[in-house]
């Protein structure tokens, strides 16, 4: 904080006499929960605030911009939020000069309510105004600001911030046009929007230029790209998953997360023929039980799923298949319970992201439907979901041992320094032992396996150590 009580985010002009420009350094400090997408709109947060001037503080004590790029998802992510915002009140309390912004889709499903509740709030702004971050700092010296419309630039668009260098989100879609009958993402993220290939391509291209190896394509419901643009200013799904696939120096595409009633022919197709495209996908079910899917207006049934997974199998027979999975739904019986259980089995699923239904104001579920399903058998239901799925991934984790295989290096191990951590193709971690370089691929020989990681030895490394 400046000496002179002037608000500390106006940028002071210094060093003139060296006649270049600088910043007296304006620090912010930001905290990201939810998705993928969010870790994407968090990487442009920053982008945009270091391109005017900010740069990040390790702690909120420090901060003159405190950011948060929030989720609202389940009634557990607001909890998360609530106790952070309390801290940065406690921040303003001490210091009241500090900025403080909530943006993302817990601010979005407030809006201005924001402002009543949290009075010490500066800043509120939805998932569609990343763009106008700038804007919206330099308006708050003149009143509290609040935006939260969804016609405004993709955040794709936006300088970056990116901590990982080899790989990269790009996003391809915002918003989302299903209805699923729990799920808040359709307001607080708007109707998809697509951008077109040629932007995609650019940025794609771009990425790689800047020594960027892997693109995770990223939509909320990805696969259902472009519908919403002119037949001349897109591309098909899988056209597109070929075109990023094809730019010199990308090695691996991702994508995540398609809807399986979208999830078309030419995609399997592609992901089966274009060695680029992992052999991962991540697939959410929601449930395994047809009559339990209807309500939740997943619009397929548990057949049509499981055929979709027989389909890509055959196609794919190394692929990983993860999964999105919600116990507790309103009216879910023990009968349908057990058909989400024999779902995990038959779907043979790599790793799964389990959750209690949690009712979210405004949705059909919430509203129309009785969240009827006691909150013990919710507990027992989840937790036996959790071990089968652990089961399962560390029996599917298995086929690795004793293979060789290609691992993109990212750099130290998260446990062991001394040791690297890289990735397969199906989007599992190795952590190994080898010299290999970051952004790199390393040839692993894998020795281990839990429900959850895999343990190698890099090949040339497993040579050098046996003379
Ligand atoms: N767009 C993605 C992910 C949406 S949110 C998709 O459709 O796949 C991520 C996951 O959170 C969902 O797949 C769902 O399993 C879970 N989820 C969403 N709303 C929920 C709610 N109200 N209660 C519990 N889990 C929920
Ligand atoms: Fe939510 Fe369904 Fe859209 Fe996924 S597809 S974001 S679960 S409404
Ligand atoms: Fe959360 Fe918004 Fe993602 S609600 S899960 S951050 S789309």
Redo the contacts with the bound molecule.
Sequence with gaps: MSADGAKPRSLDREGERSGRLSFAAVRYHLTSFG?Q?NDHDSERMRGVLEEIGYRESASRDDADLILFNTCT???SADDRFMGNLGDAHRVKRERPDVVVAVGGCWAQSQQRMVFEQFPFVDIAFGPGEVARLGELIARERIDSVGAFSFDGAFSGGLPARRDRPHQAWLQISVG?N?V?S????PTVRGRERSRTAREIVEEARGLAADGVREITLL????NAYGRDIPKDERATFAELLGMVAGIDGIERVRY????PKDMREDVIRVMAETPEVCDHL?L?A?SGSTRVLKRMRRTYSRERYLDLVHRLRDAIPDISLTT???VG?PGETDEDFAETLSLVREARYDGA?T??????PG?E??EEMQDDVPAEVKRERIQALVELVQVTARERAQRFVGSTREVLVEGPSRNDAGRLRGRLSQNITVNFAGTAEPGTFARVSITDATSTTLGGVEVAALAAARG
Aim: overall charge positive; aromatic content about 14%.
């Design positions: 998705c997408m998802i389940r009634g989302c299903c699923c729990y799920c808040i993402v939509g909320q419901n990805v995540t997360s398609p809807h991540h959410p929601q999105d999975l919600i739904f992201y959750f209690i239904y949690s009712p979210r949705t579920a919430a």
